[in-house]
Structure formats: structure tokens, C-alpha cells
């Protein structure tokens, strides 16, 4: 008889850390999903490891396309399509513009390298642009690093059913800073 009683306590120690175990795991699957960008509301634990994945196979491409920017500009590598001549009243000025689009999930991120002339102007413009195209600035950063302003943008669509059309919307973005826009 004591020998069962022994087996009913191990099996309520064994249903105890299994439920401890469980319990963690939850834990664990619900700190995963408020890591996540957007997690889906509905989504299975195998679907929310797998959105896990992609957002970090796509936050580290972006961290590589960053250091790799960083580096071009801080080498001061611009290509000539990056160099726009406008005119003034007082004459041509030249002014070396970067401008990239990249889409997160349902967030629209431009990222503006201008030089210290016109860059208000610039900004300004691209901003008209996002919300011609239904978008709803979210955030707008900038930093001074010498003759060099770099502005990111944070869009959203202003309607999750319209969504936004990221090719289009760079399109028109880089035709601002094209030398035919002059």
C-alpha cells in the first residue's frame, strides 16, 4: 500500500511540472508575440514562430542595408543620379539627394538624405506626396551629421483596407530628386 501512495505523489509531482512547464511556455509564446511587430490576432504557436522568423530575417537585412549606407555616406560615395541641380533665383545650386522606401508590415518607412540647402523644401514635398497617396505620416526623425541632413519618415495607410502602394509611392518619391524634375 505505501508503495501506491508513493506512485500517486510522484504522478502529482509529474502533473505539477508539466504544468509549470506549460505555463512557461505560454509565458514565453506570449513575450515572443508583443515582440512582434504585428502579430496575427488569431495566429497558432506555429504560425507566431514563423512571423517571428521572417521579421527577423527582415530586421537583419535592414540592419545590412544600413551599415552599408552608413558606410557610403560616411566615405561620401554618391552616385551621379543622386546629384540634383536646381535653380533658385540666384542660380543652379547643387544638392546631393539619397531617398529610400522600404515597407514593414503595414508601415511605409522613407528614408531622405539632403544636403542643408532646400532640404525643408524637400521634406515638405515628400510628405505631399505620401498623403496624396494615402498616407498617414506616423513619425518624422531627423539628424544633423555635418552638410548632411537624414530624415526618416513613418507612414501609415490611412485606410488598412486601401493599404499603400510602396512601388508607386517610391516612384514618384525618387522622380523628386531626379535631375528631370529640375
Keep these: 500500500m505505501p508503495r ?3 506512485n500517486n505523489l510522484t504522478q502529482i509531482d509529474r502533473n505539477a511540472s508539466e504544468r509549470e512547464r506549460r505555463r512557461s511556455i505560454k ?3 506570449s513575450r515572443l508575440a508583443f515582440l512582434i511587430p504585428t502579430p496575427s490576432p488569431k495566429g497558432s504557436l506555429p504560425g507566431l514562430v514563423d ?3 521572417t521579421h527577423i530575417k527582415q530586421m537583419k537585412e535592414r540592419l ?3 551599415k552599408q549606407r552608413k558606410q557610403q555616406i560616411l566615405e561620401g560615395h554618391i552616385s551621379n543620379a543622386d546629384k540634383v ?3 533658385s533665383g540666384s542660380g543652379s545650386i547643387i544638392r546631393s539627394s539619397m531617398i529610400t522606401v522600404s515597407h514593414l508590415d503595414s508601415i511605409l518607412q522613407v ?3 539632403c544636403g542643408l540647402t532646400d532640404n525643408f523644401i524637400l521634406m515638405c514635398q515628400v510628405i505631399h506626396v505620401l498623403m496624396e497617396e494615402a498616407a498617414r505620416v506616423v513619425s518624422l526623425n531627423y539628424s544633423i551629421m555635418g552638410n ?3 530624415y526618416t519618415i513613418h507612414a501609415e495607410p490611412v485606410s488598412s483596407r486601401i493599404g ?3 512601388s508607386r509611392v517610391e516612384e514618384r518619391l525618387k522622380e523628386l530628386i531626379s535631375p528631370t524634375s529640375c
Excluded: N, P, W
Aim: hydrophobic content about 40%.
Design 164 to 166: 499603400i502602394e510602396t
Design 148 to 150: 548632411k541632413i537624414f
Design 4 to 6: 501506491r501512495h508513493g
Design 111 to 113: 528614408c531622405l538624405t
Design 85 to 87: 541641380v536646381s535653380t
Design 51 to 53: 512571423q517571428a522568423t
Design 27 to 29: 509565458d514565453l509564446y
Design 64 to 66: 545590412e542595408m544600413l
